[in-house]
């Protein structure tokens, strides 16, 4: 099952309580808001998280398991993406899933969510690259926080691997004795 949300789709009165605290996006940017891909198997959390996340600013995409992102595998958004993930879930855990990627040399910065973690699981997620754990049920600023680090960090490796892709551009270009 995959689930998308468009940021805008709900009433003003829907807004959150945090109506200040949003991702610092202008619509007058004439860009679309950074995409959070959602994957969690619990179909209510799911969609309270997709509707937490739009309320907050940001695209939301939500899988209701790591086998829907893994057929999906999208491509980071230019605008900023992150990967919003449930650490238990059945066949494919986010661990396990966080594994994948990072073996299949996706980076996308990862924010885990758990009911039920423990600290070895943190531990775990965090050596892997993961940025942030958050314990179910998160606050909506401490969710902010860490989804604005999350793509903060995504850019800023996209500018990274845009300036070395136009270095070996340049340094292709060069003659064997301008390598010298």
Same mark, same amino acid.
């Given at each position: 099952?995959?689930?998308?949300?468009?940021?805008?789709?709900?009433?003003?009165?829907?807004?959150?309580?945090?109506?200040?605290? &949003?991702?610092?996006?202008?619509?007058? %940017?004439?860009?679309?808001?950074?995409?959070?891909?959602?994957?969690?198997?619990?179909?209510? /959390?799911? +969609?309270?998280?997709?509707? %937490?996340?739009?309320?907050?600013?940001?695209?939301?995409?939500?899988?209701?398991?790591?086998?829907? /992102?893994?057929?999906?595998?999208?491509?980071?958004?230019?605008?900023?993406?992150?990967?919003?993930?449930?650490?238990? %879930?059945?066949?494919?855990?986010?661990?396990?899933? $966080?594994?994948?990627?990072?073996?299949?040399?996706?980076?996308?910065?990862?924010?885990? %969510?758990?009911?039920?973690?423990?600290?070895? $699981?943190?531990?775990?997620?965090?050596?892997?690259?993961?940025?942030? /754990?958050? $314990?179910?049920?998160?606050?909506?600023?401490?969710?902010?926080?860490?989804?604005?680090?999350?793509?903060?960090?995504?850019?800023?490796?996209?500018?990274?691997?845009?300036? &070395?892709?136009?270095?070996?551009?340049?340094?292709?270009?060069?003659?064997? +004795?301008? &390598?010298?």
């Amino acid at each position: 099952i995959h689930l998308r949300c468009h940021a805008g789709t709900h009433s003003p009165t829907s807004a959150s309580p945090h109506a200040s605290a &949003r991702y610092a996006h202008s619509p007058a %940017m004439n860009t679309p808001p950074p995409v959070v891909h959602i994957v969690d198997d619990d179909a209510a /959390f799911l +969609r309270s998280t997709l509707f %937490m996340v739009e309320g907050l600013g940001f695209a939301a995409q939500g899988y209701a398991l790591a086998e829907d /992102f893994l057929a999906a595998l999208p491509a980071p958004a230019p605008q900023g993406c992150c990967l919003l993930l449930d650490i238990r %879930m059945p066949r494919i855990s986010g661990l396990e899933l $966080q594994q994948r990627l990072a073996a299949a040399g996706h980076d996308y910065p990862t924010v885990f %969510m758990t009911g039920h973690g423990d600290i070895d $699981q943190a531990v775990q997620a965090l050596r892997g690259g993961a940025l942030n /754990f958050l $314990q179910k049920p998160f606050r909506e600023q401490a969710l902010l926080d860490a989804l604005n680090h999350a793509v903060a960090v995504g850019l800023a490796t996209q500018r990274q691997h845009a300036r &070395r892709a136009q270095a070996q551009a340049l340094l292709a270009r060069l003659s064997p +004795r301008e &390598r010298d």
